[in-house]
């Protein structure tokens, strides 16, 4: 058996991942709800993540048709990423 491989770095875009930068990775069951950041739409939807944030307290909200709404503070420290995994549960 032979193996071969070839490497190229043509098309490769290099960058460099500052330290400081938060991030929030959220994700949902049932997907698709619509993530809002200091009130403001975002225009994402879950699963999704949210960059470039400073540290600090960042009020979030999760809307999903048929679900009621979520609403949570998040902290973050600099260079900080939290990963939030909510389950909605049935409005009955």
Known sequence: MIFAFASCREGIVDFQVSSSESNIYITTNPVGADIYLNSERTGKQT?????????????????????????????LSKGEKRYINYSFQDVN
């Open 47 to 75: 699963p999704d993540s949210l960059t470039n944030l400073s540290p600090g307290i960042h009020p979030v909200k999760l809307k999903l048709i048929g679900y009621a709404e979520v609403k949570f503070n998040v902290y």
